[in-house]
């Protein structure tokens, strides 16, 4: 038996061990030894990931207790089947702790590796709707090397910094109130919707000199800001019309791109939502804003009747050549646990920062929404197939241009964790000949 499994034992072999301390410790055993190792052994055996089976192996099993699954793990023969055991009791104490949802959520619970992680749960409605309408659900055989192989409900994650970074979860009614999730609830009964609209709102580009010393380049100190000077109404038009579209469409959340509202029209924005049916959520990039001497770049989640229940603030800057974004950045990645799933506001780069992608990877996030300002989207499809695999995500990407005349057709678009009718991954692109990405799940 090797060290890291015996030292498992010891965590185990505590008084009074229940089901979430077991999960947390079995989560972080495999993140310690690395699953790759573990699953290696297991093809070895011709034994699959997806095909072991659960211990207890029913949750109405009266005869389970952590003593039980302890006992388990003491009667393997060899370090293969040892890991074998921890992947069953894992899979088991999954099913377990729904029965327990309320009572360990909040808890702070020490890891195998010292750490500390909270259980959260997945939710992942939207994959179960493809798996309830018989259709295969993208991404569930592509899992190994991830532990959503082995847990659909439940994941350990991160209660301490990580790397400067915090990954904090806001449940219902910490973020919004009831009423939010019950329209989310009613929208989804049928069809659930979203709608992605590239605004194309002119933008103006500020530069000011880093300071640099004697034999650097030039660097410059990038911010930008919406020409409302130039067109003022024919921007507002245009929010306007992304509302009616989607009202009109039913769609339960609006996704407008990275700096394509100005300070002075979020007002304008939440008026225009106000009475309105749908959408229930918009999320939308705002211009950067001033802090102290130096500036933002935001995101603002608007519900119904424009309340104001979030703020992202970027947690990278956009970087080329000699120029970056003069911004502070955000430390916090958040996750605002809903009926529908687990939605996780991003500002494009973030959706493929590496460091934030880890992040992401080791949180519940599963419904990704990111305004974006770029001239392409390949690295944030790349990432959205990756998040797809590890978190069973949808991404939805609202992008434009710099320019205000490009349209560039492809770079909006929304990954979703199923197949169609044709057995084809489910993506969704904008074309030139619309106005709006509209994405259903049925």
């Not at 038996?1 to 989560?27: E, G, H, I, S, Y």
């Not at 972080?28 to 030894?33: A, E, G, P, R």
């Not at 500020?206 to 921007?235: I, K, Q, S, Y």
């Not at 995500?393 to 609202?398: D, E, I, N, Q, R």
Request: proline fraction near 4%; include cysteine.
């Amino acid at each position: 038996m090797r060290k890291a499994q015996k030292k498992l034992l010891a965590r185990l072999r505590r008084p009074r061990l229940d089901d979430a301390t077991a999960f947390v410790l079995l989560w972080t055993y495999f993140d310690s030894v690395g699953l790759s190792d573990v699953e290696s052994s297991f093809i070895g055996r011709s034994l699959f990931p997806q095909k072991i089976d659960p211990f207890p192996l029913r949750t109405d099993d009266a005869g389970y207790d952590p003593a039980a699954g302890l006992a388990e793990l003491e009667s393997a023969l060899d370090a293969s089947q040892f890991d074998q055991k921890v992947a069953a009791w894992l899979k088991g104490l999954d099913a377990l702790l729904v029965r327990q949802k309320g009572t360990f959520e909040h808890c702070a619970i020490l890891g195998f590796d010292r750490k500390r992680y909270r259980v959260r749960q997945r939710n992942q409605y939207i994959a179960s709707r493809f798996a309830q309408r018989e259709r295969e659900i993208e991404g569930s055989q592509k899992q190994s090397l991830s532990l959503t192989a082995y847990c659909r409900n439940f994941c350990a994650v991160p209660a301490e910094l990580i790397r400067g970074f915090r990954i904090r979860s806001l449940g219902p009614t910490q973020w919004g109130d009831r009423s939010v999730d019950d329209r989310l609830r009613v929208a989804a009964k049928e069809s659930l919707r979203f709608l992605c609209w590239p605004l194309r709102s002119k933008l103006i580009k500020h530069r000011d000199r880093a300071e640099t010393r004697p034999g650097d380049n030039d660097h410059w100190l990038v911010r930008l800001t919406v020409d409302t000077e130039g067109g003022a109404e024919a921007h507002r038009r245009e929010l306007a019309r992304a509302v009616e579209a989607a009202a009109r469409e039913r769609a339960a959340i609006l996704v407008l791109p990275e700096l394509s509202t100005a300070t002075k029209d979020v007002e304008f924005l939440r008026s225009i939502l106000t009475g309105r049916q749908y959408p229930i959520l918009t999320i939308a990039g705002i211009e950067h804003r001033r802090r102290g001497k130096s500036y933002v770049n935001e995101a603002v989640l608007l519900g119904p009747h424009g309340k104001l229940l979030h703020t992202h603030r970027k947690l990278t800057r956009y970087k080329v050549r000699n120029a970056i974004e003069r911004t502070l950045t955000g430390k916090t990645l958040t996750v605002l646990e809903s009926v529908i799933g687990n939605i996780c506001p991003l500002i494009c780069l973030d959706l493929f920062h590496p460091e934030i992608s880890a992040l992401v990877r080791s949180s519940h996030a599963n419904i990704l929404l990111t305004p974006s300002l770029s001239p392409t989207t390949t690295a944030h499809q790349n990432a959205a197939k990756n998040y797809l695999n590890t978190n069973l995500a949808t991404t939805l990407v609202s992008n434009r241009c710099f320019k205000s005349r490009e349209r560039k057709e492809k770079t909006t678009f929304a990954l979703l964790p199923g197949k169609d009718d044709a057995n084809n991954t489910i993506w969704r692109h904008f074309e030139l000949t619309a106005d709006y990405l509209l994405v259903v799940v049925e």
